[in-house]
Nanobody
């Protein structure tokens, strides 16, 4: 079992940067694939970025490619998502997720979810 808590969301202006953090409560954090997903009102949950257990593999969605960086610190049980040049269309609830299997890009590939943190980008 793993518990995830996201923080760092908020209201920002277009063009700003934001760093989301996710704290995991587990002794085996390094065994999990970690991902960031987001869900905007009326839309399905979509992947933003995922990272393998040793940070050796990272994937970014087209929507964040070139503007986002996912990273993790296995010693601190933390995963981060840094986003730059934020746009109003980045407005969503952002979720941290953990997968005990192989790296995947679909929400169904992930076993554990945080409660989400709201990011609102004003134009």
């Amino acid at each position: 079992q793993i518990q995830l808590v996201e923080f760092g969301g908020g209201l920002v202006q277009a063009g700003d940067s934001l760093r989301l953090s996710c704290a995991a409560s587990t002794r085996t954090f390094s065994q999990y694939v970690m991902g960031w997903f987001r869900q905007a009102p009326g839309k399905e949950r979509e992947y933003v970025a995922v990272i393998s257990w040793n940070s050796g593999t990272k994937y970014y969605s087209d929507s964040i490619q070139g503007r986002g960086t996912i990273s993790r610190d296995n010693d601190k049980n933390m995963v981060y998502l840094e986003m730059n040049s934020l746009k109003p269309e980045d407005t969503a609830v952002y979720y941290c997720a953990a997968a005990s299997g192989s790296i995947g890009l679909r929400p169904n590939d992930y076993d554990y979810w945080g409660q989400g943190t709201q990011v609102t980008v004003s134009s």
